[in-house]
């Protein structure tokens, strides 16, 4: 973190004039104000406690819990050995750790409500959380907010994290009262988990990204002594078929039936009927399946209902608010995590709806908040992650999107049903997927076999391997798949142009050969 170590130390200078020029000790004046108290926010508050230790942060949340983190919730939550885990909303980390799903650092963030806020005269040095109230007003010129209770509150700076607010098919209306839900808060989880405790249910989960992926996944792990069926749903041909190349997303598929999904690949709910106490949905091919429950995963919008009211511009293509590389909309307004359209010196303009991006974002534009001259660049690369069953986890850096060109290399070399599965139009696996044990690199020659021949007994082909995403002959986007603890390799290779002739010295510190 060369780059990020010379801004720190600019950093400091800076935070001798931190001091935002506005008001201070006035009633209802707060020189931070935090819009969504989740991820971002969070650390957007750290950062500034940092940079200017006796700053007054004002966090306001709409739901009814401190900032925590999502990720656990559609994973560990459901591989909890024990109830009480679940409960007190822990979960053992992939190191075994228990930890807690909200989020912890070093600041102390005392809880307010809105009684409170209205007797306090000055803001004073610390950080305060509004939970259960909305904010539904901002307005950049005056520098003031409205809470839902129609409370007026002046900033320095603001904030805006509000994150994003899942999609949801019209096709869906007709199953019932509370029959289809989406999933994104801790109440969900907590709904969901109570549903599936009770045994015998079968559950449809509608979509196959992330999201929908994993949940089928730890659903259906959970639920398996207690007689739950899971059916996942999707148009794609393969889980995660949006962002792996096909031959991928397809052994993917096989993984997660392992796990006891039935997978609807290539299939779209035509309609929903509520039959009894149950759902029906009918599919497009005329197929019908039985329901308690729907879950919709059908990806997120960008929750910009504050910002569009503001007239702070949106991205109409990505969705989102458009933010420049420092993360500022507009004067004293910035924006982080998943509603911020944010140009990406590297990749350009992108909105990235991950856990690391919200954190990272979080605390650029923390750091630029707490100082009237710092101006730094988010530049540093995030990564994001997934597991899916015993046999999936990966991380990954940049753009991860099929309809990119790939490359793949493995350790193993494919049998010729995968190597060859992977022979999409589009794909250049192919051409580089081969790469022997002895690091000596093979190109795969077979004739191209349907993917369906993809076997699940070929466990070992897809143990560990670098996917490579090409836009305008450079490298995007790195997958590195159950290869942990390479990103930092992998940002080095990011925007560099792909070369064959060299594919093998670039590889070399993903250890791909190594074992
Ligand atoms: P959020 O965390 O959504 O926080 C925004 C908050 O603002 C919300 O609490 C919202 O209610 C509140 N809010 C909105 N509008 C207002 C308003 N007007 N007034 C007051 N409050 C408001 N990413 C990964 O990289 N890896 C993972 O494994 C992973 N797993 C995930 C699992 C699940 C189940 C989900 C839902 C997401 C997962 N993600 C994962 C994505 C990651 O959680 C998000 O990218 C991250 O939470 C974004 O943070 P954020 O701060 O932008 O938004
Ligand atoms: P997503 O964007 O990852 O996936 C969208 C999916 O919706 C597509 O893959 C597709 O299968 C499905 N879809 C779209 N139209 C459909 C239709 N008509 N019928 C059936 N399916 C349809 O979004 P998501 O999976 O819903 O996840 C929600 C959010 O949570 C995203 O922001 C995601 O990045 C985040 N998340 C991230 C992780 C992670 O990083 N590991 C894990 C869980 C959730
Ligand atoms: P976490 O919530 O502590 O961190 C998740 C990621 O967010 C981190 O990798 C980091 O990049 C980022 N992050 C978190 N807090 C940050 C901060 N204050 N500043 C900057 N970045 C921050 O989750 P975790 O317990 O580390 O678990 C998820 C991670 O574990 C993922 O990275 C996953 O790939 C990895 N994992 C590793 C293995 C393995 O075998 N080595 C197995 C499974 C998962």
Not at 117 to 141: C, F, M, P
Request: aromatic content about 6%; glycine content about 8%; proline content about 3%.
């Amino acid at each position: 973190e060369e780059e990020d170590t010379a801004e720190a130390e600019k950093d400091t200078a800076a935070t001798e004039t931190a001091a935002v020029s506005v008001p201070k000790h006035e009633k209802d004046f707060y020189p931070y104000i935090l819009i969504g108290a989740g991820t971002a926010s969070f650390a957007a508050m750290e950062a500034i406690r940092e940079k200017d230790p006796s700053a007054a942060i004002l966090i306001i949340g709409n739901e009814n819990i401190e900032p925590y983190m999502r990720p656990p919730l559609s994973k560990e939550m459901w591989f909890n050995k024990s109830e009480e885990t679940t409960e007190k909303l822990s979960f053992k980390d992939w190191q075994g750790k228990e930890r807690n799903i909200v989020l912890q650092g070093k600041e102390k963030i005392e809880s307010l409500d809105q009684e409170t806020l209205e007797k306090i005269e000055s803001a004073e040095s610390g950080v305060k959380l509004l939970t259960g109230v909305t904010v539904s007003d901002l307005n950049v010129a005056e520098q003031t907010i409205t809470l839902n209770s129609g409370k007026v509150l002046k900033y320095g700076k603001v904030l805006l994290a509000t994150g994003g607010v899942p999609k949801t098919l019209p096709v869906l209306a007709g199953a019932g009262e509370g029959k289809v839900t989406t999933f994104r808060s801790v109440e969900d989880f907590k709904k969901l988990h109570a549903l599936v405790k009770s045994a015998d249910k079968r559950i449809v989960i509608v979509g196959g990204g992330f999201l929908g992926s994993e949940l089928a996944v730890a659903i259906s792990h959970y639920g398996k002594d207690k007689n739950v069926k899971v059916t996942q749903v999707f148009p794609e041909d393969g889980n995660m078929g949006l962002v792996f190349p096909r031959y991928l997303s397809k052994w993917t598929t096989s993984q997660v039936e392992q796990e006891g999904v039935v997978v609807k690949a290539n299939s779209r709910v035509a309609s929903t009927k509520a039959v009894g106490d149950q759902v029906e949905l009918t599919l497009e091919n005329g197929e019908k399946v039985v329901a308690d429950h729907v879950v919709v995963a059908v990806g997120i919008e960008a929750n910009v209902d504050l910002a569009k009211k503001a007239g702070l511009e949106l991205d109409e293509i990505r969705g989102g608010v458009v933010v420049n590389a420092e993360l500022l909309a507009r004067r004293n307004v910035y924006c982080a995590g998943d509603m911020t359209s944010f140009h990406d010196v590297a990749l350009g303009r992108r909105r990235v709806e991950h856990y690391d991006n919200a954190i990272l974002g979080g605390r650029v534009a923390g750091q630029n908040m707490a100082s009237d001259t710092l101006h730094k660049t988010y530049k540093h690369q995030s990564m994001f992650w997934s597991d899916l069953g015993p046999h999936i986890g990966y991380e990954a850096v940049g753009i991860l999107d099929s309809k990119l060109s790939t490359v793949s290399i493995w350790t193993k070399k494919p049998t010729a049903a995968s190597a060859d599965s992977s022979a999409d139009k589009k794909d250049e696996s192919a051409t580089e997927s081969a790469v022997e044990k002895e690091g000596k690199r093979e190109r795969a020659t077979a004739t191209p076999l349907p993917a369906e021949a993809v076997k699940v007994e070929d466990k070992e082909k897809y143990n560990k391997g670098l996917v490579l995403y090409l836009k305008d002959k450079k490298i995007v986007g790195l997958l590195m798949w159950n290869n942990f603890g390479k990103v930092d390799d992998a940002r080095k290779i990011l925007g560099q142009v792909y070369d064959t002739e060299k594919v093998e010295a670039l590889v070399k510190p993903f250890g791909i050969h190594e074992e």
